[in-house]
């Protein structure tokens, strides 16, 4: 019995220990769960603190140019002084606030109406706003000519400076709307370079500058959205730099920059139904801005380089047209004017300019660049297919005011051909034989109507589209140069005699008193 109670109680040591360290880990282990139960809950309670995180490195290239571009750009305050009195008795159409008229339906108006109107007062002020672009320390600015045309006084603010500075206009030039400016400061200026706009491609990013509704120091992004954009005004040498980067009333005069914060361009115009921006603008190129700067400011003025033809450039995009003429790409000269460096090198009208000075011809830019920028007196080489047989010849080039005297649009070598400039509210081209056989009317002489402005005096008095304009005054009208010279005779409160021929061989007289507002 003694050995069966010593067994016994060894067995019983043993599961009693072991049931012990059961019980131990069971413990400890319900003990870790109502721990961590406890810290969960005391968790929910307090809320983390939060830290400011490290700046992260994004894109800066924008704001880089910017920081550099803005002391260079500038706020230009224009004022006018207006005789209401005079004008209404006129009804002279209403201006807007950057000197262009202000027709609402006019996709090519610009920019920032303020008029301060008190039509039965007497004389009163009208103000506009635009901007600039410092081009030289010594106060030099570049800027759109409608921004500071016929005004009294020219104010200039810059972006570090609540002074407003005195301008005195150095120069304009029409053709493309561009202006210089300068300021006295006493002080060296903060400058933009200029780039070389030829090196822009459609897609690249390019910011605008300016003071939009006269908020300054506005930056805008966008890209290029086309270059070389034609016909966006009746202007010969407008070839824009197509833009969606928002340009608004008051941007007019800014500079359009490259992303190596290069001014690629001048702002000027933009496309609009609503009078703001709706996706499309325009600037004219850099290149051609440095060419009119470089002139105004060592003379004053622009003077242009013409051979004496005239051309439109639609007219030479006809695959059809150039296959026949034997060529694949070139300009149809339709006319040479008597005694000019065309007509002694012996071009004709029906010639087809292929190349310039060696380089091709497939636009009226590549036409006419060349040609306006050498030298008065020096020659152009000048490649072009008569009978579908090439030929060439080095043609002096002459000064275009000579060469298409009475006005400084004047429509020599460009795209848009013969057309002369508004008069009395019509635009008129020349008569083609193109158009003589269109009408039914082969050898008839004259000029014909292409465009009638709505509201003016040629449509007061009955002028229609495709009118061939055969007399005026009593003064027979062959050709566009006889229609300047009796235009430029008619003046504001004379009468004027208009014999036009219409389709169908009607034969039209139409009358009226040409009011002050059309001359």
Known sequence: MGSESRGWTRESKLLAAVLVAVTLMIGILIGSISSGRVAAMKGQGSPSTLAVPSPVALSSTFSAIS???????????????????????????????????????????????????SPNQGPSAERSLGSGVIVDEKGY????????????????????????YNARVVGTDVDTDLAVI????????????????????????????????????????????????????????????????????????????????EVIGINTAIFTSSRGYEGVGFAMPSNAAVSVYNQLVTSGKVTRGSIGITFQEDRSSNPILMKELGVESGIVVEKVEPGSPAAKAGLRAGDVVTAVNGHAVKTGSDLV????????????????????????????????????????????????GDAAPVDFGIRVEELTPEMQRSLGEG???????????????????????????????????SSLSDWRAMAA?????????????RRGGLTVFLAGVIPAAEK
């Open 141 to 164: 600015i570049l800027t759109n000519n409608h921004v500071v045309e016929q005004a009294t006084k020219i104010q200039v603010k810059l972006s570090d400076d609540a002074t407003l």
């Open 443 to 477: 050898g008839q002489k004259g000029v014909i109507v292409s465009e009638v402005e709505p509201a003016s005096f040629g449509e007061d008095i009955g002028f229609a589209r495709g009118d061939v304009i055969v007399e005026a005054n009593h003064q027979a009208i």
């Open 182 to 261: 300068k300021i006295e400061t006493g002080k060296k200026l903060a400058y933009a370079k200029l780039g070389n706009s030829d090196s822009a491609q459609v897609g690249d990013w390019v910011l605008a500058f300016g003071s939009p509704f006269g908020l300054e120091a506005t930056v805008t992004a966008g890209i290029i959205s086309a270059k070389d954009r034609a016909n966006i005004s009746n202007r010969q040498f407008q070839r824009f730099i197509q833009t969606d980067a928002a340009i608004n009333p008051g941007n007019s005069g800014g500079p359009l920059v490259n992303m190596a914060g």
């Open 67 to 117: 920081k550099q571009l803005n002391p260079a750009v500038v706020n230009i305050a224009t004022t006018q002084v207006v005789d209401h009195r005079r004008d209404n008795q006129a009804q002279p159409r209403r201006r807007g606030g950057n000197g262009n008229p202000a027709n609402p339906d006019d996709p090519f108006r610009d920019f920032f109406d303020r008029f301060f109107d």
């Open 369 to 416: 660049t060349p040609i306006t920028v050498t030298p008065i007196g020096s020659s152009v080489h000048v490649t072009f297919v008569r009978d579908r047989k090439p030929q060439e010849a080095n043609i002096t080039v002459a000064d275009r005011s000579k060469l298409f005297p009475g006005t400084a649009a004047n429509q020599g070598e460009d795209q848009s």
């Open 489 to 501: 005779k008619l003046k504001p409160g004379t009468q004027a005699l208009f014999k036009v021929t």
